[in-house]
């Protein structure tokens, strides 16, 4: 367990907290290319804790600045955008796309450089796979990673939404480092529906291991029974990423602290082709929005994404990890939580945390190896999916 105080190191995540300043430190995802339209090129976002407008200007590039002007504080979401940048609605003052400097101010003296001394908060942004990436910590930024799943062209990719998560976003990115409960969240689960979705998760579990790897936590899980495997995943991709195959799909998921008690997740979906070619991409992927909520406002249990968030919802908004009581299962949450930890206490130190790509050699693509989709592995889905 930890202690009242471990608990906000670990889980809040506004400026000049040690979480957040931590999490600032890498490129997360704010927004989705294609909802940005000539209509309407301009999104509300809160990130971290903080309120943020992204937009593309006249000329087609993204910025994300502050939210409210620091004029008189009125939203600058209801601005105009421009050549270079967007304009406040109240008073016109103008504040560049790139770094929010202010570039006009109507109605001050000709001559004035009272301009030159304002700046708005502003974020670089880059697209990347038809998503908005923002970078919210110090420069120099690192370079936006290239995940496979990103980049590869031998199939092909959407992009999934969901309704923002009702928790702190340790909640979620904890459930990457435990392995177990696979079995009865979904394999039993689903079991007890009549289904098969999760037999490949439904077999005794008869050891697991966790260990540290350059990109955060590795996991490994040996199944008996009828259907024996060595199933070797791919890593918990630290801070706040989730890398696993489902099915034939490859997947990415991004859980992004909207607040202390609010997380954004997006999912990147790729496909690969059966035949291994390439295949054109789109410039904007297809986005899909996917509920984990029935009309009467309870979980869908039928699926892995409702099951997920029940499990992660009703521990309530910023779980009390003071209260709790570990097992074995645990090593990798305590592991992930160590990890967590002791880059939060680099940070502060003004070190650099790890998972940062830096190298434009090693950024072409990043890739995991996984026994997920190893032919053997693959064949026993199959198998179990048939039962």
Known sequence: MLSQEENERLTRVGPGTPCGELLRRYWQPVAIASELTAERPKKRVKVLGEELVVFRDAQGNYG???????????????????????????????????????????????????????????????KLAGMLFAYLGPAPAPLLPRWDVLVREDGVRKIQTQPPLRCNWLQAQENTADTVHTYYLHGHMLKLQGRNDGAYFYRPIVKYEWGRCEWGVTKTCEYGGEHPEVEIRPPLIFPNILRIPQGRDECLHWRVPIDDAHTCIYIMVFTPSPDGRRVAQPDDPPVEHVDQYLPDGEYDL??????????????????????????????????????????????????????????????????????????????????????
């Open 64 to 126: 994300c600045l502050a939210e409210h002007c620091p004029h008189r504080g009125v939203s600058l979401y209801y601005g105009f955008v421009e050549d270079c940048g967007l304009r406040c609605a109240y008073h016109g003052w103008k504040f560049a796309t790139a770094d929010g400097q202010c570039l006009e101010q109507p109605f001050e003296p000709a001559g004035s450089t009272f301009k030159d001394r304002i700046r708005q908060r502003a974020y670089p942004v880059q």
């Open 302 to 387: 039928s699926g892995f994404y409702g099951q997920d968030r029940m499990a992660w919802e009703t521990q309530g908004a910023i779980y009390d990890r003071s209260r709790e009581h570990l097992g074995a299962t645990d090593r990798g949450i305590v592991l992930f939580r160590q990890l967590l930890a002791e880059q939060i206490a680099l940070v502060e130190q003004g070190g650099e945390p790890m998972a940062l790509v830096r190298d434009p050699a090693q950024n072409q693509i990043i890739a995991f190896e996984s026994r997920n989709n190893a032919p053997e592995a693959v064949e026993t889905r199959a198998k179990l999916l048939s039962l």
